[in-house]
């Protein structure tokens, strides 16, 4: 019920006012984006949805148009040169992310789940797979986004995705809303151009191998 039915509902209306309260930043965000750089304000990517689905993903542009397409962040070399000066304060703070309300809106993402994986990230949708992570919607943040962010191997990410899974739950959604809050604040896990940085014990991922 919860799964079908109500993490829906709250999706949709937390999003909806989510959208109206924060239109004023928005607004703010796109002028500031328009000032810093040649290019769109909005960047739309290819992403990985529920049952392996795909979908255009909505960001605030934080790089430069000329960036090489559909590049994983960490695969590029010297990532610092592509990303704006806004487009880092942006990534820093996880504004850039802000878009997405409207992705939950039209019902290719929840506010809670798996982070949707490039299209051409083969080695990610793979292990997802191992763990049924692929067979729910994409999530603004995630189990694995507060336990290590850019900082996990992908093994590891899609383990903590599974995990997720297992235990989805109003109570584990609204723990997983609130640990982001403040780990957005005090920017954790934010690498920029690196990945599997950080060590994690097995042990302490209860999803059966």
């Known amino acids: 019920m919860y799964r079908k039915y109500i993490k829906r509902f709250i999706d949709f209306i937390l999003a909806l006012i989510g ?24 960047f739309k990517q290819k992403r990985v949805g529920i049952n392996k689905t795909h979908f255009e993903i909505l960001k605030f542009r934080t790089m430069r148009i000329d960036t090489p397409k559909d590049t994983p962040t960490h695969l590029l070399e010297n990532p610092e040169k592509w990303i704006t000066k806004v487009g880092k304060f942006l990534r820093k703070t996880s504004l850039d992310e802000l878009p997405q309300i409207i992705n939950i809106l039209k019902g290719d993402m929840s506010i809670i789940g798996p982070r949707p994986a490039l299209w051409n990230q083969y080695d990610l949708i793979a292990e997802r797979d191992k763990y049924g992570a692929n067979d729910v919607y994409p999530g603004l943040t995630g189990w694995a986004q507060i336990n290590g962010r850019d900082e996990l191997p992908i093994q590891i990410k899609a383990k903590f995705d599974g995990e997720y899974v297992q235990k989805m739950s109003f109570l584990f959604d609204t723990k997983i809303f609130f640990k982001t809050i403040f780990s957005v604040l005090r920017s954790e896990g934010v690498v920029e151009g690196g990945t599997g940085k950080l060590k994690v014990d097995n042990e302490k991922i209860n999803i059966a191998e």
């Open 19 to 42: 959208l109206i309260v924060l239109s004023p930043l928005f607004l703010i965000l796109m002028i500031a984006i328009k000032l810093d750089s040649k290019g769109p304000v909005f």
